[in-house]
Every structure is written in structure tokens, then in C-alpha cells.
């Protein structure tokens, strides 16, 4: 999300967390001969775990306006106060706007949004959307299931629409603030919220997940996608002025303190008391009683929803740890009481606060970390249940954090001293993206050259459209530790 204010002069991005981008989240399975495991330690130290934060070289002198990521993205988005976009992380299907399929560890300037003010991003698991100031907003990477919002899907049953370079969503006017599920995207426009992409679990908020029988012979339930952004009709009474999106549910708050819920009600991360999916927003009934607080942050990660209440404490729902019961409604967040939240954002199973109490600022991490993202260093821990402090960034002022799969970001006060000495990353230089079958780019479609782009899949049938209805495995909740940070 952008930076509120006029007096916001930008700040730098600071980054912990893996930087291996083919294999971050993914498994190696499998058994390992002596010369497999020689070759992974070699790319270890190749691509390493930053477990500490590093500022990066390649934005050096940048003074950045926001960071942006999602709990489902393996890859990152920034952008300077000049409106400049830049991306880096996993392009597989293009998510990262540059023409092409090639993974980048550098930061890298998309240049197709030249002349563009972008204000805001987000990412989801193969797409990235991005808001001008203009209030037009700007889509790529995948499109198979609708969710870059251009109003047409041209997917075939053996190949799949990639958008490689950025493309101007349908029906987008007046619009602030964007975020990515997994493979949907919703837009806050003037108070209303607008979405596109796959309806399963409802969670496009139009009452309905669109699912149909694709045999007349045999049963194979499908799920119509929706290339055309919608306003959501049941949000149309209110202003809404917060949305957060997890890999399969949203979360948003209006100006009345109320906040609504919908999509996957598995874990009971949607707050109602139950394990129910919503196809339409649902108020959540705590907040009739105490209301949400107008400055409250929304943030979701792939099983939990978090926002703030009065006075600033921070709520959280759904399964927020790997042991114990699932929070079923919401309930005051342990470990942080105390804490005013000026920004908060989850990855799958982890989670980053920029915390304030008092005069501190702090940030604040915690969860089921894989790659040293809760940046506790070589030799703190590498998960942890409780909320905690990053060392590093202890009392160090911080506008923005944003979180993705195995990585954090945080953006930081660029001349506070603490900054200064952190170590700087410089990425490997970029190679080709390695040959796994994932895309082929076919002919442009017409226009101006930013037309979409089709790709073989990975030897599997991609429907035309529609998803089939096997719900995706729910990921693991977050992990033990200990420690809570101390005021």
C-alpha cells in the first residue's frame, strides 16, 4: 500500500529471508546421491539465507515509496517516489512484468510502466497488479484464471495466458489500493471494491464460486473464471477503506469500524465461528460490539486475518499456530498487547508488525519461518510461536513491511544510523531461467504490443477457464518458539 501523507520523502528497502527463487517454498524431495547434495550446498552458498536484514545494493540511493509482496507471491515489488516500478523474485509465468521468463535476484525497473506514477502494489502466487495515481491500475504474469483483471481469458486446454508485460485492467477508475489472493485480485475504488479472477470458495464475494459439471458422461466439477472486475454488490452500502487478500479469502474494513470477511472459512480464518465458506462478505459480529479502529491495518496470511481494534491492539484469527486450537473469531493477539500497529503484513505462515510503544518503534515478527525471514539472525531462532523484536531493527523507524513465501521486507528511515551499518546483498548475476518446461511464449495479440502471451504448461492439462474443484492443499500453520518482544 502506498504511503500516506504528503511529507513522506521515501525511505530504503531492507530485505531478510531466502534469495534462492527457484526453490523457495518448494520441496527437494526425493532421495539425494552425493553429488545432489554437493550441488545444494553449492547453490546455498550461491543463493544464500539472509537470516539477518541486508539492505540491497541494486536500490542504493533509491528513496522508495512502498514495498509490496502477498502471503501466495515468491517474488517482491517496489516502488520510488518518483513512480518508478521495480521487481525481482520468481518469474515463471511472468509475474514480474519484464517480457520475459527469466528469474531475477536484482531489482529490476519495469520499464513498460514508464511515464506511469505507480502509488501501490501486490502479488499473488503468478500475478502482480500495480495503482497509478491517475487511479488506473496495471496487471501481469498469469492470467489463467482471470485474476489480471483485462476482461478476456485466451488460456486454450494445453496452454496457459501469460501476460508478460504490464497490461491495464477493465472497469478500474478512482482506484487507491490493490490486493492479490493466490489467483484472484480485488481493487479499492472510491470506497467500493471491485474483484476478478477464480471464484472458488466465493471468494470473488459475488454470492456465488460459479461451479459447474464440465462432463456430461462423468462428474468433473469446474469453477467459471471472472475476467471482468465486478464491483461486490454486498460492500455497496458502506465506504470501504482497508482490503487484505490470502491465498483464498479477504478481508475488509470500512469506515464505520466494521469489518467483513468471505471465501475460505477453513481454519475459522474468516472470524464467524465456524469452519463455513462465505461466497459474499459477512460481517464479523465482534466488531458491531467494539468496532475496528479507524487507522486499523488489515492483513491476511494463506489460514489466519488479522486487523486492529480501539486503541490500536491487534486482533488475530484463524490458525495462527501449529499447535493448539484454531481461533475461531477474533480474539487480542498474545505476545503484542500493548503495541500500536502502524503496519503489518503475513507471509503463508509468518508474520511482520512495524510496532510502536510509546516513542519505540519496532519491528516485530513471528510464525513458522523457513528461510531466517523473521530475521532473528545465524544464531537466534528460526521460528518462533511468540511475537518477537528483530535485533537488527529495534527501535528503528519503519513505514511499511510486506511479506511473501520464505522472505520479508521491510521499509525502513534511510538516515537512521542503525541503517547505515547494515551489510548490503548484491544478487548473483541473473541467469537464464532454467528449462523446466514451464513456458513457451507464442505471438503477441494485437494492439500495441501489450497483448498476452500463451505458454505449454508443465506437461499437465490447464483448463480453458475454469478450475477444477480439487481444493488446494491448506498449508501448514506456524511454528513453535519462544520469547515475546519487551517493551
Known amino acids: 500500500m502506498a504511503s500516506e501523507g504528503d511529507a513522506y520523502q521515501g525511505g530504503t528497502v531492507v530485505f531478510c529471508g531466502g534469495t534462492d527463487w527457484q526453490m523457495l517454498g518448494r520441496s527437494a524431495g526425493g532421495k539425494k546421491t552425493d553429488k545432489d547434495k554437493q550441488a545444494n550446498e553449492e547453490r546455498a552458498v550461491k543463493f544464500p539465507n539472509l537470516t539477518t536484514p541486508h539492505t540491497l545494493k541494486a536500490l542504493q540511493g533509491i528513496r522508495i515509496r512502498f514495498v509490496a509482496a502477498g502471503s501466495a507471491a515468491c517474488h517482491c515489488l517496489a516502488g520510488d517516489m518518483e513512480g518508478k516500478c521495480y521487481t525481482w523474485g520468481r518469474n515463471e509465468k511472468g509475474q514480474l512484468g519484464q517480457k520475459d521468463l527469466q528469474t531475477r535476484g536484482t531489482p529490476t525497473l519495469v520499464k513498460d510502466l514508464a511515464g506511469i506514477d505507480v502509488i501501490a502494489g501486490a502479488g499473488g502466487r503468478h500475478h502482480s497488479a500495480v495503482v497509478a495515481a491517475s487511479g488506473d491500475s496495471w496487471t501481469w504474469g498469469s492470467n489463467l484464471q482471470g485474476q489480471c483483471g483485462t476482461g478476456s481469458i485466451r488460456s486454450q486446454p494445453k496452454s496457459e495466458e501469460l501476460l508478460l508485460e504490464p497490461k491495464k485492467a477493465k472497469e478500474i477508475e478512482s482506484c487507491s489500493d490493490v490486493a492479490c489472493g493466490a489467483e484472484f485480485t480485488m481493487w479499492l475504488c472510491a470506497g467500493r471494491l471491485y474483484s476478478a479472477g477464480l471464484p472458488q470458495y466465493g471468494q470473488l464475494g459475488h454470492g456465488t464460486d460459479h461451479e459447474y459439471n464440465a462432463k456430461d458422461s462423468s462428474v468433473k466439477i469446474m469453477y467459471q473464471p471472472q475476467p471482468t472486475p465486478e464491483v461486490i454488490q454486498g460492500l455497496t452500502h458502506t465506504t470501504i477503506r482497508k482490503v487484505a487478500c490470502g491465498h483464498n479469502h479477504t478481508l475488509a474494513l470500512d469506515d464505520k469500524g466494521a469489518a467483513f470477511t468471505w471465501g475460505n472459512g477453513g481454519y475459522g480464518r474468516l ?217
Open 271 to 487: 472470524g464467524h465461528t465456524v469452519q463455513q465458506d462465505e461466497h459474499k462478505p459477512k460481517g464479523i459480529s465482534i466488531f458491531e460490539r467494539a468496532p475496528v479502529d479507524k487507522n486499523s491495518i488489515a492483513a491476511c496470511g494463506s489460514t489466519s486475518s488479522f486487523c486492529a481494534g480501539i486503541g490500536g491492539a491487534l486482533y488475530g484469527w484463524g490458525k495462527l499456530k501449529a499447535s493448539g486450537d484454531n481461533t475461531m473469531y477474533p480474539k487480542p493477539a498474545p505476545g503484542i498487547e500493548g503495541w500500536t500497529i502502524l503496519s503489518m503484513a503475513c507471509g503463508p505462515q509468518t508474520f511482520a508488525c512495524a510496532s510502536q510503544y510509546q516513542k519505540e518503534t519496532s519491528v516485530i515478527t513471528w510464525g513458522q519461518a523457513s528461510n531466517g525471514e523473521l530475521g532473528y539472525g545465524d544464531k537466534g531462532k528460526k521460528s518462533s510461536a511468540n511475537p518477537d523484536k528483530c535485533p537488527v531493527l529495534d527501535n528503528v523507524p519503519t513505514q511499511q513491511v510486506a511479506c511473501g513465501v520464505g522472505f520479508n521486507l521491510f521499509l525502513v528511515d534511510s538516515e537512521h544510523e542503525a541503517i547505515k551499518k547494515l551489510a548490503e546483498f548484491e544478487a548473483p548475476g541473473d541467469a537464464p531461467e532454467e528449462d523446466n518446461g514451464s513456458a513457451e511464449p507464442a505471438a503477441k495479440g494485437k494492439g500495441k504490443g501489450r497483448g498476452a502471451a500463451a505458454s505449454k504448461t508443465n506437461g499437465k492439462k490447464a483448463a480453458e477457464g475454469p478450475a477444477s474443484k480439487k481444493r488446494k492443499t491448506e498449508e501448514k500453520p506456524a511454528g513453535r518458539g519462544r520469547g515475546r518482544p519487551k517493551k
